[in-house]
């Protein structure tokens, strides 16, 4: 099966740039969607197709994708960015989708 | 507004079964694909089982399969996850989603419920 493979952790000074990466086998080839899930919270969507936004989700928010790794850009970091991030893609093959094993941004 | 609402959860002893549900609203159910993603405790995320809009392909994780069945009612705006033969390791909070790219799927997940937690405990 398609496996994701994402950063256990990353730090970040407020007001910096956080990238998260989730490698996968040629996933330049697929969509992928960026998930932000705080404590007893729901999930939420903040980039999917690659680089769209949602609506509501801040411009600080961006994303890219190609060859073997997508990147989820957070600038400007702000303390509420604080959340486990997860890339997750549509493997069309086995139709099963696939989650990245999730990243904790931490503000310092 | 568009809401997604599980019920069903509890504590179940290995072996058994539970089925849970989800409901919608605020939105055409039937023009939607849904998916069921579950969450350990401490653990990520972990994608379940999805349905189209009319039951046409219906796909499971390796670790569910034959073991789990998703089903929806459209005319009830309700999904379930009937789970048989429940282990330890399906302990997790268990959340609905719709796939935004509508019938067919293939889309992120845009809309989430709150979540249903199940325990298998003997």
């Known amino acids: 099966s398609y496996v994701l493979t994402q950063p256990p952790s990353v730090s970040v000074a407020p007001g910096k740039t956080a990238r998260i990466t989730c490698g996968g086998d040629n996933i330049g080839s697929k969509s992928v969607h960026w998930y932000q899930d705080k404590p007893g919270q729901a999930p939420v969507v903040v980039i999917y197709y690659d680089t769209a936004r949602p609506s509501g989700i801040p411009e600080r928010f961006s994303g890219s994708n190609s060859g073997n790794t997508a990147t989820l850009t957070i600038s400007r970091v702000e303390a509420g960015d604080e959340a486990d991030y997860y890339c997750q893609v549509w493997e069309s093959r086995s139709g099963q989708r696939v989650f990245g094993g999730g990243t904790k941004l931490t503000v310092l | 507004q568009e809401q997604l609402v599980e019920s069903g959860g509890g504590v179940v002893q290995p072996g058994r079964s539970l089925r849970l549900s989800c409901g919608a609203s605020?939105?055409?159910?039937?023009?939607?694909?849904i998916h069921w993603v579950r969450q350990a405790p401490g653990k990520g995320l972990e994608w379940v089982a999805f349905?189209?809009?009319?039951?046409?392909?219906?796909y499971y994780a390796d670790s569910v399969k034959g073991r789990f069945t998703i089903s929806r009612d459209n005319a009830e705006n309700t999904v379930y996850l009937q789970m048989k033969s429940l282990r330890v390791e399906d302990t997790a909070v268990y959340y609905c989603?719709?796939?935004?790219?509508?019938?067919?799927?293939?889309?992120?997940?845009?809309?989430w419920g709150q979540g249903t937690m199940v325990t298998v405990s003997s």
């Open positions: 605020g939105f055409t159910f039937s023009n939607f694909a």
């Open positions: 349905t189209p809009y009319d039951e046409s392909d219906k």
């Open positions: 989603a719709r796939d935004g790219r509508g019938n067919h799927g293939g889309g992120a997940f845009d809309i």
